[in-house]
């Protein structure tokens, strides 16, 4: 089974960095291409990043290109999503998610193992 556990959000003001990590199960990032998602309030969760595992490929939603990087070690079982220059509006919670296979899905059925979340807070 597939468990997965956020860590690293926080309080930061506007311009600032965070790195957030995913510590998952034994073997899982061999498997599973794992994905970043968020949810604000009153808003519907969203896709924000997602890695490849058959192909090593890497997606990003278009207002966080350029500024969100996600990579994964899969020597330590650990995502990482590093957000620079972020914003008052990438203020959310944010989720790591496996999917059912090797390949990142556009959809969020796709995506069968959630963690817990953890809040990022953008705010001066």
């Known amino acids: 089974q597939v468990q997965l556990v956020e860590s690293g959000g926080g309080l930061v003001p506007p311009g600032g960095s965070l790195r957030l990590s995913c510590a998952a199960s034994?073997?899982?990032?061999?498997?599973?291409?794992i994905a970043w998602f968020r949810q604000a309030l009153g808003k519907e969760r969203e896709r924000v990043s997602c890695?490849?595992?058959?192909?090593?490929?890497?997606y990003y939603k278009n207002s966080v290109e350029g500024r969100f990087t996600i990579s994964s070690d899969r020597a330590k079982s650990t995502a990482y999503l590093q957000m620079d220059s972020l914003k008052p509006e990438d203020t959310a919670i944010y989720y790591c998610?496996?999917?059912?296979?090797?390949?990142?899905?556009?959809?969020?059925?796709?995506?069968?193992?959630w963690g817990q979340g953890t809040q990022v807070t953008v705010s001066s």
């Open positions: 998610a496996a999917a059912t296979g090797p390949y990142c899905s556009d959809q969020i059925v796709g995506y069968t193992s």
């Open positions: 034994e073997f899982t990032l061999e498997y599973h291409a």
């Open positions: 890695i490849s595992r058959a192909t090593g490929s890497t």
